[in-house]
């Protein structure tokens, strides 16, 4: 069972796992007025459809338009940017040429990237360990990634009975090569990931892309998470 990315967003945020701030919103005017509640000066504007690839997607009544995550500077922006992707049709990677009708927005404070990374926890059923991927080549799909370069991709497995421990999260922050206040962030944002996942009994967490801003803070910009339908 998959959840949209605005709830899997608000579960993470209840376990400390950090998140830009984000409104969802039902309606073009609601996507307006969560833009207005929000810092600021950017958003960013996303479709909620259960399938990857929505920024590089089309809409099926404007197939060489935007796809369906859009930077606004404006709420009269933002207010553009939903009146085209609410009610119409999004065609994604994953989503195959009939595509999804797109029914939810999720309108997030646009942060400043400094580098995207891949992260993901999964349970491993053979082992039934649980399994922290990461990888330096974020924002990409992971299945690419494990073709072309498997050597990018490193998994730290964890005894659910013995849990996560520092040497753990510092063996992935190691492997993403990050550093000072970043290396300190990303050891809290793993712990709390592992925590979220466990206490939540999840199938699968995937961040993609976790990034690092230019204030040195990890975070989730996108994110994934998908149950056993049991």
Do not use: W
């Not at 498997?150 to 849990?163: A, C, F, M, N, Q």
């Not at 040497?167 to 925590?195: D, T, V």
């Amino acid at each position: 069972m998959n959840i949209h990315e605005y709830q899997a967003k608000e579960l993470l945020e209840k376990y400390n796992v950090a998140v830009p701030k984000g409104i969802a919103a039902m309606s073009v005017e609601e996507a307006v007025k969560a833009a207005e509640s929000l810092p600021g000066p950017l958003y960013v504007v996303k479709s909620q459809i259960h399938a990857g690839g929505r920024g590089a997607g089309h809409f099926t009544n404007d197939k060489q338009g935007k796809g369906g995550v859009r930077l606004c500077k404006t709420a009269e922006e933002v207010k553009d940017a939903a009146e085209a992707m609410m009610g119409n049709t999004l065609v994604t990677i994953q989503t195959g040429a009939e595509g999804k009708q797109v029914n939810r927005l999720y309108v997030t404070d646009g942060v400043d990237i400094d580098k995207e990374y891949y992260c993901s926890v999964v349970l491993d059923r053979g082992t039934s360990r649980v399994t922290f991927m990461v990888s330096t080549e974020g924002g990409m799909d992971i299945e690419e990634v494990a073709e072309k370069t498997p050597e990018k991709i490193t998994h730290v497995d964890i005894d659910p009975v013995t849990g996560m421990s520092g040497f753990h999260a510092r063996k992935l922050a190691f492997a993403l090569g990050l550093e000072g206040a970043a290396f300190k962030s990303s050891i809290k944002f793993f712990m709390s990931l592992y925590k979220a996942f466990v206490e939540l009994d999840a199938a699968i967490v995937e961040i993609n892309p976790m990034i690092v801003t230019d204030k040195n803070e990890v975070m989730a910009l996108d994110a994934k998470m998908n149950f056993d339908e049991n």
